[in-house]
C-alpha cells in the first residue's frame, strides 16, 4: 500500500510508522511527506528513510481553499491508499476531507470524544481526570470528530504535568500509530462507507 503522510513539525510519529515499514512489519510504503511547515525535523526524517520531502508552506497561499488545493495536488501525484495526518496542524476545508473520504487518519492526544481541539492534557488535568491517551480516528469534515479506530490510554499520577503527560501519550502514539497502519496495509482495518471495521466488525 502508498502511503502519504502530512507533518508540521517533528514528526516522531512519522518515525514510527517509518521504522515499521522499513522493518517489515508494516505492508507498504511512505512514499511521501509533505509538511506546512519548512526546515521541520520531520522533513530531515523523510528523506533519510528515501520518501519524497516536500515543504508546502501555507503561508505563500492565500487562503485556506488555495492551500488545500495544492495540497491535493500534491498529494494526488503519489495516487495514496491511506494519509496520515501526523502532527498536522491544520484546520482543512470540508471539499479536501471529502475527497480524501474514508482513507485519511489522524492521531489526536487525548480520549476522544473528549477533549477535540488544543491543550488536551492541561485540560485533562484541570478536570481531574484519572486517565489520558491518545486516538486515532477517521478524518471527517468534524475537527477531531470522526469515527474512532483506536485508543491508548495511560494513567495520571497526582504530580503529572502536562509536559510528563505528553510524554507518556506520546510513547503510546508511536505504539498505536503504527499499529493502525499494519492493520490497513494488511486488509485487517476497512472504511466501507467511511465506517471502520476491524476483521470485519464495525469499530
Ligand atoms: C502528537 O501529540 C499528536 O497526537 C498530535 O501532534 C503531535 C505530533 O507529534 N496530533 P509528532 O510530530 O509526531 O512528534
New binding site residues.
Given amino acids: 500500500k502508498r502511503i502519504v503522510v502530512l507533518?508540521s513539525?517533528?514528526?516522531?510519529?512519522?518515525q514510527a510508522i517509518l521504522d515499521q515499514c522499513a522493518a517489515g512489519d508494516i505492508d507498504g510504503q511512505v512514499t511521501a511527506v509533505i509538511s506546512n511547515r519548512p526546515d521541520v525535523l520531520?522533513l530531515s526524517r523523510a528523506e533519510k528513510a528515501g520518501a519524497d520531502a516536500i515543504t508546502l508552506d501555507h503561508k505563500q497561499f492565500e487562503d485556506r481553499a488555495a492551500f488545500d488545493a495544492a495540497l491535493a495536488e500534491a498529494i494526488d501525484q503519489y495516487t495514496p491508499d491511506l494519509i496520515v495526518l501526523?502532527?498536522f496542524m491544520r484546520i482543512l476545508t470540508k471539499s479536501f476531507v471529502d475527497r480524501y473520504h474514508g482513507r485519511m487518519l489522524?492521531?489526536?492526544?487525548s480520549l476522544l470524544p473528549k477533549y477535540p481541539g488544543l491543550d488536551t492534557h492541561q485540560r485533562a488535568l484541570d478536570a481531574g481526570d484519572h486517565e489520558a491517551g491518545?486516538t486515532v480516528h477517521l478524518v471527517t469534515a468534524e475537527l477531531d470528530g470522526g469515527p474512532l479506530i483506536a485508543q491508548a490510554k495511560v494513567a495520571i499520577s497526582e504530580d503529572d504535568t502536562v509536559q510528563t503527560l505528553?510524554r507518556k501519550?506520546?510513547a503510546q502514539?508511536h505504539h498505536l500509530y503504527p499499529e493502525v497502519v499494519r492493520w490497513f496495509c494488511s486488509g485487517r482495518l476497512t472504511f466501507a462507507e467511511g465506517l471502520p471495521q476491524l476483521d470485519g466488525e464495525v469499530l
Avoid at 9 to 14: A, C, E, K, Q, W
Avoid at 106 to 109: M, Q
Fill in positions: 507533518i513539525g517533528s514528526g516522531s510519529n512519522l520531520g501526523a502532527g489522524n492521531i489526536h492526544p491518545a505528553n501519550v506520546l502514539e
